[in-house]
């Protein structure tokens, strides 16, 4: 039970958890970043507003773009989608069960870099200190024969420490846009928790028995993947062995261990040892014919077709595709001949 | 490293306790918040009783919704209570019981927010120092040409210069803080009051055997729940396994059956070589492996391996020229 259990936790780990751990490490990734970066708010009505959204805008749609480049399951859903339907038809509900949870997990170091700018309050600040108005906090004589374009100036100036001279007014603006600005986050906040709660407790109510179908679909698709390109791998490494071996035979003339068998079965280790070190030289005991496979190994590389005689063995018996059935050969009287090709066999379903 | 292997074990060793974790990190999420969240007193009459009662309402808001979500149970209530009747008759003392679980679980972060911002007082100071006397004190700064409101609204403010070089607002604020303090002490008496009442006084309201009926009930739940989805897993890796080993056979070109070799065979054929004949499926040729390549997108296998799950298992028997059995799998 505990060996299944680590099995299990470690093929969930391939999907799931993992694609979760990258999801948090994002989100850690985006506050830092934030604590990190120097905002320099540039003090001028044209620019200021422009600044402010840029910041608050900008870097989430980067995030959510990175969280789509991370994650593998884009190139997965891709494929199923752009497949043709072959034998296997194609089924739009597992596509938008894909879609949707990479787009959630991708949502959420957006979301933190949100919730993180509107709490700190610096880039409201930057962009609506223009829209203040300053006879809220007192001191009406600043601005009394001021243009315009002189009060927004001004106003412009408030969130450089270093450029409004008049400290408790600066204080006092930053302050109340800070408030707001912290309103405003956590109002997001709610509402993206909201979402999700009614997300994910209500959906129940709705489907799901076709919920579990497509959940248990789309990660199949996800582990067949996987299975091919083991397979393939694996394929790719006997192919690359099996082709090998029958390069060096060509070279060396000899058929080499292939069709050697012992005629006992007791034999001793040593005996065991020294024949493998001869199996392992595969028949190139001479300096000129190793040299040949070097050379040819470049020059003539062999083609991609492995000989049908060496990975048959000695069968030759040709039978239908079928499994029932019965078919007969011959077989020799001894069972140690080598040059003898032929056997009969009665083969029955069970 | 091991007593902290041994603490996660006993977390992980059943779902209740799982859950109880889960609702502990919660609560020191919802303080490590508290303690990062830079409160921003407006300092302005109209605007300082919507601000704190915001952050004092808000977030408790949101911790009980995240509560709710990431507590497993929850799923598994609304399982129960949504789904058909069917082979299986429904309980409503479980659904009911994984209810009231979830909700005292999902109800501690909320509350330990509130408690710690009663029992810090900022909160407080911000919502209520307008509602102070100011007579009460002494060294109301009167030069700055404030009404009274305006200026008991700064309170909170510790850098605004009307307070520099003044006892008053120090004052006022120690004096809100008691009150928020004591407030907060009073929350946490009857909480807990009523905690243990409760504890007490459950064995007079209900059975006790329904009781650990109902738990055992839900925790299996929770169990079927998770083996579940564990052998789905397992299931879709097997399915996987046998399809694309399936669809690799579909390529072979010939029509030869690879049989065993008969055990007195012995050693004819180095093992590897089995092995290796047995990885390539019969697919030997670059083009046959093109082909597979390309097919492999172009026309995706159906998702049906009964053949290869059903595969009959072959006995052989091995005759000689005259007939006679030289080895027999029967």
């Not at chain 1, 393939?232 to 192919?239: I, M, Q």
């Not at chain 2, 911002?117 to 100011?134: E, H, N, Q, R, Y």
């Not at chain 2, 409101?149 to 006022?172: G, H, L, Q, Y």
């Not at chain 2, 059956?257 to 054929?269: A, D, G, V």
Request: charged share 20%; aromatic share 12%.
């Amino acid at each position: 039970m505990d060996k299944f259990r680590m099995m299990f936790q470690f093929l969930q780990s391939n999907q799931e958890s993992f694609m979760n751990g990258i999801c948090g490490i994002m989100a850690l990734a985006s506050a830092q970043m934030y604590s990190v970066f120097e905002f320099s708010c540039p003090c001028m009505p044209e620019y200021n507003y422009t600044y402010g959204m840029a910041l608050l805008v900008v870097p989430p749609i980067w995030f959510f773009l990175l969280g789509f480049v991370l994650n593998n399951n884009v190139s997965v859903l891709a494929e199923e989608w752009k497949r043709p339907t072959g034998r296997r038809r194609k089924d739009p509900s597992i596509l938008r069960y894909m879609f949707c949870s990479i787009t959630q997990r991708s949502l959420i170091a957006p979301a933190v870099w949100v919730c993180v700018t509107l709490m700190d309050g610096k880039s409201f600040l930057c962009a609506f200190s223009v829209n203040l108005d300053i006879d809220r906090f007192g001191n009406h004589s600043l601005i009394t024969g001021m243009s315009e374009a002189e009060k927004l100036k001004l106003l412009a100036r408030i969130p450089c420490k270093d450029l409004f001279e008049h400290q408790e007014i600066r204080v006092a603006a930053t302050r109340y846009i800070k408030c707001i600005s912290q309103a405003c986050g956590w109002m997001v906040l709610l509402m993206m928790t909201f979402t999700a709660f009614l997300i994910r407790a209500i959906r129940p109510c709705f489907t799901q028995a076709a919920f579990l179908k497509t959940k248990y679909w789309s990660h199949y698709i996800d582990i067949e993947r996987k299975m091919f390109d083991e397979t393939c791998k694996e394929h790719a490494k006997s192919f690359a062995k099996v082709c090998i071996h029958q390069y060096f035979e060509s070279i060396s003339g000899e058929m080499g261990h292939l069709h050697r068998h012992h005629s006992g079965k007791d034999e001793s280790e040593e005996e065991e040892e020294k024949k493998s070190d001869e199996d392992k030289l595969l028949g190139i005991r001479v300096q000129d014919d190793m040299n040949k496979v070097l050379w040819n190994w470049h020059t003539c590389k062999p083609a991609l077709a492995l000989r049908k005689d060496q990975t048959d063995g000695e069968n030759n018996g040709k039978m239908n595709g079928g499994a029932n059935g019965a078919a007969s050969g011959f077989v020799n009287g001894h069972a140690h001949d080598v040059a003898k090709k032929e056997w009969a066999v009665y083969y029955s379903k069970i | 490293m091991e007593r902290l292997k041994l603490v996660l074990q006993y977390f992980q060793s059943n779902s209740e306790s799982i859950s109880n974790g889960v609702c502990i990190i919660l609560a020191l999420v919802s303080v490590k918040l508290y303690t990062s969240f830079d409160f921003n007193c407006p300092c302005l009459p109209q605007y300082n009783k919507l601000y704190s009662l915001g952050v004092m309402i808000v977030p408790p808001i949101i911790l009980f919704f995240l509560g709710v979500l990431v507590n497993r149970h929850t799923g598994i209530m609304m399982d129960e209570w949504l789904r058909p009747i069917g082979n299986r008759s429904k309980n409503p003392a479980v659904v009911k019981y994984l209810f009231s679980a979830m909700l005292q679980r999902a109800l501690l972060a909320p509350m330990v927010w509130i408690l710690v911002t009663l029992l810090d007082g900022k909160i407080f100071i911000c919502a209520f120092s307008m509602s102070v006397d100011p007579t009460l004190f002494s060294g109301l700064p009167n030069n700055t040409g404030l009404d009274v409101m305006r200026i008991m609204a700064k309170v909170p403010c510790k850098e605004d210069v009307i307070f520099t070089n003044s006892s008053f607002r120090k004052a006022v604020s120690r004096y809100v803080r008691c009150y928020s303090q004591a407030v907060g002490w009073s929350i946490l008496l009857l909480l807990i009051a009523l905690g243990a009442m409760g504890r007490l006084t459950k064995p007079c309201f209900e059975d006790h055997g329904t009781f650990l009926q109902t738990r055992y009930w839900s925790n299996y739940l929770d169990v079927e729940q998770k083996l579940f989805d564990e052998t789905c897993v397992l299931h879709a890796r097997d399915f996987a396994r046998k399809c694309v080993v399936q669809f690799f056979e579909n390529m072979r070109e010939d029509t030869i059956l690879h049989l065993p070799h008969p055990s007195f065979f012995t050693n004819c054929k180095e093992e590897w070589e089995d092995e290796e004949e047995e990885r390539l499926h019969g697919v030997t040729k670059e083009e046959q492996m093109n082909q597979l390549l390309t097919e492999w997108f172009d026309c995706k296998p159906e998702l049906d391996v009964t053949r290869i799950a059903h595969r009959p298992t072959m006995c052989v028997t091995w005759e000689d020229r005259e007939g006679r059995t030289l080895y027999s799998d029967v």
